[in-house]
């Protein structure tokens, strides 16, 4: 019979069930006597930073890989754009208008998913941060094709709890911006930017300079809605101004529906 290293000795949560049977006398009571990798308080220590960075790294990693999941489509976008039935809740007329916004992300998703399912769910499958507006939307289109979609949720004041639409079992939650940042991007196949704040403009930038440094390899990259992109950002006088190239330019692409979106991609 082959000898399994990996059974070879005790499983570690088997220990921590027999550590917490232990008779309650003060030396067991006391925190320096919890198996370190079952402190939670140990574990939040300033000096244990660098471990917890490399959790974040690895749990959803290994989630994803065991799930199969070997591409994605990226969806940024606002939080506070309000689906089409309740655009009349919105507190701007701006955000009133681009609930149109929550509908073309939501038929995008499902199209996707669509494509992504008959080639087996494995490619090619939507991720979004996880929370409301274009969020949601996204897992929601998902969902309506009868497809998983992945949640990278962050732990925030407002705003953090998980959509119902993400897959449950690829629904993960962060403390590190950076380390969710890298999971948006490690399994890209494309970035679609919806309209949407300061987070939004954050992963949009972020994702842009990773491209033109050459830091990433170029993926499609979509800007869903012209108008509003070039009222907020004027990238003609970036490149007038010489503090980008004109052919960073070409960087990313317009489109203002779901078909454009897919023709565009090409997948």
């Known amino acids: 019979m082959k000898d399994d290293h990996k059974t070879r000795f005790r499983r570690s949560h088997q220990d921590r069930e027999i550590a917490g049977k232990a008779p309650v006398t003060p030396q067991t009571q006391s925190p320096a006597y919890a198996l370190a990798f079952a402190d939670d308080a140990f574990l939040c220590r300033e000096e244990l930073r660098p471990v917890r960075l490399q959790l974040e790294l690895l749990k959803p990693e290994m989630l994803m890989d065991e799930a199969g999941v070997e591409s994605t489509i990226v969806m940024f976008g606002g939080a506070r754009i309000p689906e089409p039935s309740q655009k009349h809740t919105a507190r701007t007329q701006t955000l009133s208008d681009l609930s149109v916004q929550y509908e073309e992300a939501r038929k995008f ?20 941060g996880g929370g409301p507006g274009v969020m949601e939307a996204g897992n929601r289109g998902a969902e309506d094709a009868g497809g998983r979609s992945i949640g990278l949720n962050i732990v925030l004041p407002h705003e953090q709890a998980p959509n119902s639409y993400v897959t449950p079992e690829l629904c993960f939650n962060f403390h590190y911006f950076a380390i969710r940042k890298m999971h948006f991007l490690m399994r890209a196949r494309a970035i679609t930017v919806f309209p949407g704040g300061f987070g939004t403009m954050d992963e949009l930038f972020e994702a842009l300079t990773l491209i033109q440094t050459n830091r990433m390899d170029p993926v499609p990259f979509l800007l869903f809605g012209r108008e509003f992109w070039e009222k907020i950002i004027n990238w003609e006088a970036l490149a007038d101004a010489g503090t980008i190239s004109d052919e960073d330019l070409h960087l990313f692409t317009f489109v203002e529906t779901a078909e454009e979106a897919v023709a565009a991609l090409g997948i």
């Open 109 to 128: 998703a499902r199209l996707m998913t669509e494509k992504s399912l008959e080639s087996g769910g494995r490619e090619n499958v939507i991720v979004t």
